[in-house]
């Protein structure tokens, strides 16, 4: 996805490399047991887990989504937006990279 987008020697594209991308790859591939910081899950694992804990998504509102995918198409045509079970999916050809949503404490 930098490849197609960013020039390699662009500033921006190695401070997100190194301090996002970079972070995630050593600690998946480098780092075992306990000091391993985060565990790789799917959104829709985080859906059955917040969803067992009581807590429910909020829908994504219509306007926004219909104008990400309108500026997104602007951009490349590679980026994708979508939505499942009001989750907002943001994938590069066809392979969701990001999911993102808003939840709410149901009330017992």
Same mark, same amino acid.
């Given at each position: 996805?930098?490849?197609?987008?960013?020039?390699?020697?662009?500033?921006?594209?190695?401070?997100?490399?190194? *301090?996002?991308?970079?972070?995630?790859?050593?600690?998946?591939?480098?780092?075992?047991?306990?000091? &391993?910081?985060? &565990?790789? *899950?799917?959104?829709?694992?985080?859906?059955?887990?917040?969803?067992?804990?009581?807590? /429910?998504?909020?829908?994504?509102?219509?306007?926004?989504?219909?104008?990400?995918?309108? *500026?997104?198409?602007?951009?490349? /045509?590679?980026?994708?937006?979508?939505?499942?079970?009001?989750?907002?999916?943001?994938?590069? /050809?066809?392979?969701?990279?990001?999911?993102?949503?808003?939840?709410? /404490?149901?009330?017992?």
């Amino acid at each position: 996805m930098f490849d197609t987008c960013l020039p390699r020697d662009d500033q921006q594209r190695f401070l997100f490399e190194r *301090e996002f991308y970079g972070r995630e790859a050593m600690n998946v591939i480098a780092i075992e047991g306990m000091k &391993r910081v985060e &565990r790789p *899950e799917t959104y829709k694992q985080w859906h059955i887990r917040n969803s067992r804990a009581g807590i /429910k998504t909020l829908p994504l509102d219509q306007e926004l989504m219909k104008k990400l995918r309108t *500026e997104l198409k602007v951009y490349h /045509k590679d980026f994708a937006i979508d939505e499942d079970c009001h989750w907002l999916l943001m994938g590069w /050809k066809g392979r969701t990279i990001y999911a993102a949503s808003c939840w709410f /404490k149901i009330r017992m």
